[in-house]
């Protein structure tokens, strides 16, 4: 019993250890940076040619801009990654750019680069959130991320069907997100008043937080109220005030189960 005793002081001392190592500040005083932000880009053709994908990517520029450099006190991600959320079928996996795809380039290089990334030309028939999602987890596992704050940011309207089928929110599935981190946030942008309740009723998750804003509202980011447009980016406190408010808000987490 002793023995046993001793050997759980011992594991508690060291992952005590570890987390405060993991939470070390740099050289200086600043906090090391630890959040894994992954994005997700709809390019199935409902979004593609929808009214809202040339908003998104403009917004997206900005918002990557924005978080990178940490202007007005955002967040700055250790790990970044940008894909696709479609397919030709069900299932097929998409390349994950990193972080050095759009790191150091200015606003309207990164709008530039996620516009050929993800030209409208290179549209699939599928959104297949299933398969960006388990792709997500094993880019956790593979680049050591296990643990870390996970947000995931997804532009798309948000409807999830094989051509011809109805949508079916109980069939999305977030387990593969569940045990990654004890903090895993996933942010749907862009989408409707009724998607994004299917999305918070409907689809099954334990920990996992969803936070859905519907594009009536993302389209607000650029309102002379919130954009100044003779101000760069880094002079945007409305637009940063906005983004805490309105996309990286603090939500819940919420107990879903399936139907």
Not at 124 to 149: G, I, M, S, Y
Not at 187 to 203: I, N
Request: proline share 6%.
């Amino acid at each position: 019993m002793a023995r046993t005793s001793m050997w759980r002081r011992g594991a508690a001392a060291l992952t005590a250890a570890l987390v405060l190592a993991a939470c070390a500040p740099e050289p200086g005083g600043a906090l090391r940076p630890r959040l894994a932000l992954f994005v997700g880009v709809d390019i199935s053709g409902s979004f593609v040619h929808g009214p809202n994908f040339d908003d998104a990517l403009a917004f997206l520029s900005r918002y990557l801009y924005a978080h990178l450099t940490g202007a007005g006190g955002l967040e700055v991600p250790d790990a970044l990654f940008i894909a696709s959320i479609g397919g030709a079928k069900p299932g097929e996996p998409k390349t994950f750019f990193p972080k050095q795809t759009v790191q150091g380039k200015s606003v309207e290089e990164i709008e530039k680069q996620l516009r050929e990334l993800f030209a409208k030309k290179n549209t699939n028939p599928l959104t297949d959130f299933n398969a960006f999602f388990e792709q997500v987890a094993e880019t956790v596992r593979n680049k050591n991320l296990v643990l870390r704050p996970i947000s995931i940011v997804m532009l798309s309207d948000g409807k999830s069907a094989v051509s011809g089928q109805k949508p079916n929110y109980g069939a999305i599935s977030l387990e593969p997100l569940e045990n990654l981190s004890r903090n895993v946030t996933v942010r749907l942008l862009y989408t409707d008043a009724e998607t994004g309740r299917r999305w918070q009723d409907q689809v099954p998750r334990r920990r996992v937080k969803v936070w859905t804003q519907d594009a009536a509202v993302m389209t607000y980011w650029k309102d002379p109220s919130t954009w100044d447009a003779g101000k760069p980016v880094e002079q945007q406190e409305k637009f940063f005030l906005w983004l805490k408010d309105n996309v990286d808000f603090a939500t819940r987490s919420r107990r879903v189960t399936g139907s």
